[in-house]
């Protein structure tokens, strides 16, 4: 059975860098064709696909917060990190963290960890 | 970047036909899926590949794909389909994941 769990602050300053955590079970990030990413929602809002770290260490990022996004792994601790520099009001959001394997869809999503960014 | 288009909102009565609707440039030459999301819980997903369910997810839910436009279509609609729907593409030339804005299905 996979799972996904999200942690990390719930609260940031704006400016700060934001430290997510996605510890998972049910698979192996080093079985061919696995990805862990990370997709967030602002409250009302639509659905954000930030970032995606594929079994062979690839990576992928949202264009327009690449310079802001760093996705790496643990994998001794089956876990996937997500650090966004700099945050704003406006990423304040839902972030979850989301599996796939062999097509580019999500068929496993974390139950998702709200992020507020306020002074 | 490619942009997916979705309708704000769908009613329907009990028992009848819906069918959301995404937008996209030649997204019939793309792999579309969507996702039900209700209120609260993270998203689930109903249709893979243009048409393919994963196990669970009932027979009433279809979907289909072609031209410009990528069409899900839930028969003898429910209430408990009353949710938020999002398709989502791979979209090669800008090397990213994108998400239409969603449509709200509300059941009268």
């Known amino acids: 059975q996979i799972t996904l769990k999200e942690s990390g602050p719930r609260l940031v300053k704006p400016t700060q860098t934001l430290t997510l955590t996605c510890t998972f079970s049910g698979f192996s990030l080093s079985t061919t064709g696995v990805g862990v990413g990370w997709i967030r929602q602002p409250p009302g809002k639509a659905l954000e696909w930030l970032a995606l770290?594929?079994?062979?260490?690839?990576?992928r990022y949202r264009p327009s917060l690449r310079s802001r996004l760093t996705i790496g792994k643990d994998a001794s601790k089956n876990q996937v990190v997500l650090n966004m520099t700099n945050m704003e009001p406006v990423d304040t959001a839902t972030y979850f963290c989301?599996?796939?394997?062999?097509?580019?869809?999500?068929?496993?999503w974390g139950q998702g960890a709200l992020v507020t960014v306020s002074s | 970047s490619y942009v997916l288009t979705q309708a704000p909102s769908v009613s329907v009565t009990p028992g009848q036909t819906a069918m959301i609707t995404c937008g996209g440039t030649?997204?019939?030459?793309?792999?579309v899926h969507w996702y039900q999301q209700k209120p609260g819980q993270a998203p689930i997903l109903v249709v893979y590949d243009d048409s393919d369910r994963p196990s669970g997810i009932p027979e009433r839910i279809s979907a289909s794909n072609s031209g410009s436009t990528a069409t899900l279509t839930i028969s003898r609609v429910e209430a408990g389909d009353e949710a938020d729907y999002y398709c989502q593409v791979w979209d090669s030339s800008s090397d990213q994941e994108v998400f239409g804005g969603g449509t709200k299905l509300t059941v009268l």
């Open positions: 989301v599996y796939r394997q062999v097509g580019d869809y999500y068929d496993f």
């Open positions: 030649n997204i019939g030459d793309k792999s």
């Open positions: 770290l594929f079994w062979d260490d690839d990576k």
